[in-house]
């Protein structure tokens, strides 16, 4: 057990739905990752935020949005849901800002699925 | 930006024999380089990791080597154990400052 816990374990939605997906870190953790796994493109990296504030962007879509609150635990929002965004959403978290300077653990994912 | 190559896609080996995957990277300025192991309908774990100061690091039966001037980087198991099964996955930090560029991941079975 990483100590990083995500909620819900499964989702399962319609298209052109909204969901939310719940992550809350590490004691003392003040990093937060989010990534999207799916079986054609891997693991990628979407948003992360530090100690509230946002403080990188990869390759997530204008249709979601993240946000870090005052207890660090953190929100990833998926809305105008598409087949395509079924994947197993990971978060992760670490003590510092930086990628490398400390280690990233990871929690248990939430598979979501659109029919 | 960054990109990740990493091969093979699978891989299957006798247990006791060695396994090597490799990945490619494609930003001079990335600085460190992870590896993760996935089992399966798991968490990605750190299983170990390289800077760019470095040639080579070995913990028990893992090791990673990169070679900064062809921009490449392995990950060597020795003395396979079937527990050693699972998708691993290589990534390389874009720039000093970047975040995690992932590799699509290896699938290793080792046959008992």
């Known amino acids: 057990d990483s100590g990083v816990t995500q909620t819900p374990k499964h989702l399962i939605t319609a298209t052109g739905q909204r969901v939310t997906l719940r992550c809350s870190p590490r004691?003392?953790?003040?990093?937060v990752y989010w990534y999207q796994q799916s079986l054609d493109q891997g693991l990628q990296f979407l948003i992360q935020?530090?100690?509230?504030?946002?403080?990188a962007k990869g390759n997530i879509l204008e249709r979601f949005s993240a946000q870090q609150f005052p207890d660090l635990h953190s929100e990833l929002n998926l809305s105008s849901l598409e087949l395509g965004d079924s994947a197993l959403y990971f978060c992760?978290?670490?003590?510092?800002?930086?990628?490398?300077?400390?280690?990233?653990?990871f929690g248990p994912g939430t598979r979501l699925t659109v029919t | 930006g960054e990109n990740v190559e990493q091969h093979p896609s699978t891989l299957s080996v006798q247990e006791g024999d060695s396994a090597v995957i490799k990945c490619t990277y494609s930003?001079?300025?990335?600085?460190?380089f992870p590896w993760y192991k996935q089992e399966l309908g798991k968490r990605p774990q750190l299983i170990i990791d390289?800077?760019?100061?470095?040639g080579e690091k070995k913990d028990q039966r893992i090791a990673v080597t990169l070679n900064k001037t062809a921009k490449h980087f392995s990950l060597h198991i020795t003395e396979t154990q079937p527990e050693d099964s699972a998708v691993y996955f290589c990534?390389?930090?874009?720039?000093?400052?970047?975040?995690?560029?992932f590799g699509k991941g290896t699938k290793l079975s080792v046959k008992p």
């Open positions: 390289i800077r760019s100061n470095v």
């Open positions: 004691s003392g953790d003040l990093s």
């Open positions: 992760a978290s670490s003590v510092g800002p930086t990628p490398g300077n400390y280690e990233q653990y």
């Open positions: 990534a390389a930090k874009r720039g000093s400052q970047g975040n995690l560029i």
């Open positions: 930003d001079s300025a990335s600085n460190y």
């Open positions: 935020y530090y100690n509230g504030e946002e403080r």
